[in-house]
């Protein structure tokens, strides 16, 4: 199966070096869910060149909005390229109310995933993967306390992987519990620091079965979603 994914980010989806695509963990985790699947990868700067170049696209948008627009170019592209199946990513963020509430952190993620189900299915997409990080892929680094000793050679505090998807804090304050601050102490702790090459390490070393117990909402559907595809 040919899917075709676009991302945010370099350590989401990766990014281009040298001319050639280096994938990120979300590739990772595509291809240890459905090890059949052929991924390709675009950049949003490709979706951004084709909105503004497509005229005949832009009536077909009309009614979309959010993040379903971003999905309908996709799966545009995709058809392009003899794809079967897109995958869009997106991260979740924050909710409007309480960022730390389950029940908010859930209707977040299903407003967000809906936006994207929604473009790729005005676009007429059967195959359809919303991956929808709750509150990002740095939350879904911390899915898997176990991942990291066989990497660092070290044990991080446990404390930093409980209930991954239900962090937030203030993104300035290093101390804080918003992820990416979470996930910096914690490879600090194993004499590193987060980039693209360390997600991908990860990602290839996670339990995801564990991923999915930790980060029940949204990893555990995504990989329901691709479960499908089998």
């Not at 199946?85 to 509430?101: F, S």
């Not at 101390?175 to 090459?197: F, G, I, M």
């Not at 997600?199 to 691709?226: G, H, W, Y």
């Amino acid at each position: 199966m040919r899917i075709l994914v676009v991302g945010e980010g370099p350590t989401d989806c990766g990014r281009y070096k040298d001319n050639q695509w280096v994938d990120g963990p979300v590739q990772i985790y595509l291809r240890r869910l459905l090890p059949s699947a052929d991924v390709i990868t675009i950049d949003k700067n490709h979706i951004r060149r084709d909105r503004k170049s497509n005229s005949r696209q832009q009536r077909s948008i009309r009614g979309l909005k959010g993040h379903s627009i971003k999905a309908y170019y996709a799966a545009e592209i995709a058809k392009e390229q003899s794809c079967d199946c897109v995958a869009v990513y997106v991260d979740a963020d924050k909710p409007e109310d309480n960022p730390k509430a389950e029940h908010s952190c859930r209707q977040r993620y299903q407003n967000i995933k809906q936006q994207i189900i929604d473009g790729l299915s005005a676009a007429h997409v059967e195959k359809q993967i919303a991956i929808v990080p709750l509150k990002m892929i740095e939350s879904w680094m911390l899915g898997d306390p176990n991942a990291f000793p066989p990497i660092y050679q070290c044990q991080p505090n446990n404390r930093w992987f409980k209930k991954p998807e239900l962090l937030w804090g203030d993104k300035s304050d290093p101390q804080s519990d918003y992820p990416k601050c979470v996930l910096n102490r914690v490879l600090k702790e194993c004499h590193t620091t987060a980039c693209q090459d360390e997600f991908v390490k990860i990602a290839k070393a996670q339990n995801l079965d564990t991923v999915k117990e930790r980060c029940p909402i949204s990893f555990s559907d995504f990989a329901a979603q691709v479960k499908t595809l089998l």
